[in-house]
């Protein structure tokens, strides 16, 4: 389903209303459900799928350095404390607003990343287009 479409806002509107009103957990057993066509086991998991869904509800949300480096830009700083900058890629700039963004600065070929989720990534292989 595409990010445009109708019923792909409809039903991101959805989940947003009931995670106000449903537990983690049964939101959690809802989607699997939905997805997989199963019952989802979170106190006994036995698949790869129950053990990843067990692992972020009881380990992860409460790891400082999961929410560090699940951030394109924080996990920056984390990456270059162990010394390994070497490893990142160039960054051109950080904005809040894309009007902010100095296109004369960028290079012919560059990607924009959104930091507020995955998948809205802009890939750009000439500028002048």
Known sequence: MERDSILYKIRRKIQVFASYFIPDEYLRKIYYWIILKRKLHLKKPLTFNEKIHWLTRNYLVKNDLVAKCSDKFTVREYIKEKGL????????????????????????????KCNHGCAYNILCSDKTN
């Open 85 to 112: 900058s070497d490893l990142l890629t160039t960054l051109y700039g950080s904005w809040d607003n894309a009007n902010e963004i100095d296109w004369a600065s960028l290079p012919e070929k560059f990607v924009l």
